[in-house]
């Protein structure tokens, strides 16, 4: 079974500066695409960045200059680095991987998301 695991959440003061981590583990047969979303209280979540497993990024408008997101394909894992940060950016972070696995009938494409991390930015 295919698992995602974020860390590197926590309490940070705005300009301040976090990197989240998320790795798959479990039988996969292919990480497609990674990317991190985020759920602020009373929100909708919301796209904050994505990588291609070719290396290829895309941003939120928001958060361009100030986040970066990658992925070592070695380790299975995705990372966000996140500098600047506003107090109204507060929210729990997931993180999402398309998967390839291979089941009886063939293989499957699948969306996969980790249980969330808590970032909070104080003001």
């Known amino acids: 079974q295919v698992q995602l695991v974020e860390s590197g959440g926590g309490l940070v003061q705005a300009g301040g500066s976090l990197r989240l981590s998320c790795a798959a583990s479990?039988?996969?047969?292919?990480?497609?695409?990674m990317g991190w979303y985020r759920q602020a209280p009373g929100k909708e979540r919301e796209l904050v960045a994505t990588?291609?497993?070719?290396?290829?990024?895309s941003y939120a408008d928001s958060v361009k200059g100030r986040f970066t997101i990658s992925r070592d394909n070695a380790k299975n894992t995705v990372y966000l680095q996140m500098n600047s940060l506003k107090a109204e950016e507060t929210a729990v972070y997931y993180c999402?991987?398309?998967?390839?696995?291979?089941?009886?009938?063939?293989?499957?494409?699948?969306?996969?998301w980790g249980q969330g991390t808590q970032v909070t930015v104080s003001s």
């Open positions: 999402n991987a398309r998967i390839t696995t291979i089941r009886p009938g063939g293989a499957a494409l699948g969306d996969y």
């Open positions: 479990g039988i996969m047969f292919r990480i497609n695409a």
């Open positions: 990588i291609t497993s070719d290396g290829s990024t």
